[in-house]
């Protein structure tokens, strides 16, 4: 089976840099993606890995361990806009394409 | 010019009812995709279908049926509605199946009552 965990809620407070894990255990790994989702909204693509190392794309970056089956999220220079949840989601399993995700982590960001 | 459009985005109706929720995408992507996210904001997987060809259906009931007509439209139908039925209900659209980028609908809230 997949099973994906993510800290349920985190905070932090404006300007400062949060990183949220994600550890998961699946079959057939195709790729790691990391969603932004605000309140009331449909989730926003941030990220993709599929190979170990960082993916920085501006504020936001994304790293992968394969062989640990972890993920992080990096969050640098908060601002209130980016208090969200974030889903972490791994394309695996034996159906191409299919995504399982993580419960979200909820991220309140404070002035 | 939505890249991937649902409607109704609200939809409030009793127990024992028959639905529908149309969706859309201008993106030219093969694959299309219904999820489900539960009031703790779980988000999960109903169907999948990729080039008019249905190849996810995950264990949910079969009062639920979806339908692509062309590879631009995806809808799901929901009979007899129940109140566990509540929930947001995104659709979704990829290029292709695998590791790519999947673009979400605005959602559907449904309300059963």
């Known amino acids: 089976g997949q099973n994906i965990d993510q800290p349920t809620e985190m905070t932090a407070t404006e300007g400062a840099i949060v990183q949220i894990n994600c550890t998961y255990q699946?079959?057939?790994?195709?790729?790691l993606f990391w969603y932004q989702q605000h309140a009331g909204e449909a989730p926003t693509f941030l990220s993709y890995?599929?190979?170990?190392g960082l993916e920085e794309k501006g504020r936001f970056s994304s790293f992968l361990s394969r062989s640990k089956g972890y993920s992080y999220l990096l969050l640098k220079e908060l601002q209130m806009k980016d208090s969200a949840s974030y889903l972490c989601a791994v394309s695996g399993g034996s159906t191409l394409g299919r995504l399982y995700f993580g419960r979200g982590t909820q991220l309140t960001v404070w002035p | 010019d939505t890249a991937v459009s649902q409607t109704p985005k609200y939809l409030v109706t009793q127990m024992g009812n028959d639905k529908s929720i149309k969706c859309e995408q201008n993106?030219?992507?093969?694959?299309m995709y219904w999820y489900k996210q539960d009031s703790k904001k779980f988000l999960k997987i109903m169907f999948s279908y990729n080039n008019k060809e249905l190849i996810i259906n995950e264990t949910v009931p079969n009062r639920f049926s979806p339908k692509s007509p062309d590879k631009a439209h995806l809808n799901l139908h929901i009979n007899s509605l129940e109140l566990g039925d509540s929930a947001v209900y995104f659709c979704a659209s990829s290029l292709q199946r695998g590791g790519y980028e999947q673009y979400f609908g605005p959602g559907t809230r449904l309300t059963v009552t």
């Open positions: 993106l030219g992507h093969d694959t």
């Open positions: 699946t079959s057939g790994f195709n790729g």
């Open positions: 890995n599929v190979l170990d």
